[in-house]
């Protein structure tokens, strides 16, 4: 109940083009929801994130779709650019348990 | 804030040694989080501190495991003795208080096991 299950497992995108990233949860208790990027040789960082009370949450770029009936959740990144390649892992937490649960991870190239 | 400082960056150790990994989270956080990232098994939570205790070691993948938090700006990772499947990069992370789940993440540590 734990598993959080992310897709694509690579990405490869042109510059300009919009990057989608997919996440599915089970369980209801989750709370909190965050995606991370990570570089090379670099430990994640946070990048956007979003509570359950609400279905969408944009930062810049970036955008977080929620659907709470669902259980799922997405990451798109407009207008993606070369340096937008990394890894993306969404995550997911409950208040009671601070601790994130990982998605598999999404290895995303922008093509110039 | 210089953010969380973990040491080494880099450590090469021969099976059967011990080896100790080290964390100093960003001053003032109350949480402090140490994950292990594998190809095979992605970022997978080893053990978390709250306030200095131990909340949930049940990532931790055996007795050849410990972890420490002695005082609230410094953690270790013990494995004795290492194995070569041992081998991975180790995160520590910490957050600010309860309710604020947001983690920020150390440079980590690439251990390899021979």
């Known amino acids: 109940q734990q598993q959080v299950k992310q897709s694509p497992q690579s990405l490869i995108v042109q510059k300009g083009g919009i990057s989608i990233i997919n996440c599915a949860y089970e369980n209801t208790a989750f709370d909190y929801f965050p995606w991370y990027q990570q570089f090379p040789g670099k430990g994640p960082a946070l990048l956007i994130a979003?509570?359950?009370?609400?279905s969408e949450k944009k930062e810049g770029r970036f955008t977080i779709s929620f659907n709470k009936s669902a259980k799922q959740f997405s990451l798109h990144i407009m207008d993606s650019q070369p340096g937008d390649s990394a890894t993306y892992f969404c995550?997911?937490?409950?208040?009671?348990?601070?601790?994130?649960?990982f998605g598999s991870g999404t290895r995303l190239q922008v093509q110039p | 804030d210089a953010g969380v400082i973990q040491s080494p960056r880099h450590e090469v150790t021969e099976m059967g040694q011990e080896v100790t990994l080290r964390c100093k989270p960003i001053s003032g956080h109350n949480s402090l989080f140490w994950y292990r990232q594998t190809m095979m098994r992605g970022l997978e939570l080893l053990i978390y501190?709250?306030?200095?205790?131990?909340?949930?070691d049940s990532g931790m993948p055996e007795d050849r495991f410990s972890a420490k938090m002695p005082n609230a700006s410094f953690s270790t990772l013990k494995i004795q003795p290492s194995e070569p499947r041992d081998s991975a990069v180790y995160f520590c992370?910490?957050?600010?208080?309860?309710?604020?789940?947001?983690?920020?993440f150390g440079q980590g540590t690439r251990l390899t096991v021979v």
């Open positions: 995550a997911a937490s409950t208040a009671g348990r601070r601790a994130l649960t």
């Open positions: 979003i509570r359950p009370d609400v």
């Open positions: 501190f709250n306030n200095n205790v131990p909340i949930d």
């Open positions: 992370a910490s957050s600010p208080r309860q309710g604020i789940t947001e983690a920020f």
